[in-house]
Nanobody
Framework: QVQLVESGGGLVQPGGSLRLSCAAS????????MGWYRQAPGKQRELVAV???????NYADSVKGRFTISRDNAKNTVYLQMNSLKPEDTAVYYC??????????????WGQGTQVTVSS
């Protein structure tokens, strides 16, 4: 059993900042990648940022230079520092973890989602 718990969302003014966190717990053998997706009303879910284990970070063009993804591997936690927020960043943000369990089976797990609203 694996659980992802997200926190850090909220209401912020344009130009403000938020820091999202997502902690994975449970039966995890290894994590292949951790990332953040978001889904705005009426739109498809899109990748925001991903940080593969042993690989380079990758960001959506819309957030480059403003968002920073990081990991604390000892805590199985991924963060998303969001600066210079814009109204178009408003969405539900979902943590995603690609992992292997102890049988080496691969799974994608999703957090419960946290609302980020950027509005004056």
């Amino acid at each position: 059993q694996v659980q992802l718990v997200e926190s850090g969302g909220g209401l912020v003014q344009p130009g403000g900042s938020l820091r999202l966190s997502c902690a994975a717990s449970g039966s995890i053998f290894s994590i292949n990648a951790m990332g953040w997706y978001r889904q705005a009303p009426g739109k498809q879910r899109e990748l925001v940022a991903v940080i593969p284990t042993g690989g380079r970070t990758n960001y959506a063009d819309s957030v480059k230079g403003r968002f920073t993804i990081s990991r604390d591997n000892a805590k199985n936690t991924v963060y998303l520092q969001m600066n210079s927020l814009k109204p178009e960043d408003t969405a539900v943000y979902y943590c995603n973890v690609k992992l292997r369990d102890y049988s080496r089976s691969r799974y994608d797990y999703w957090g419960q989602g946290t609302q980020v609203t950027v509005s004056s």
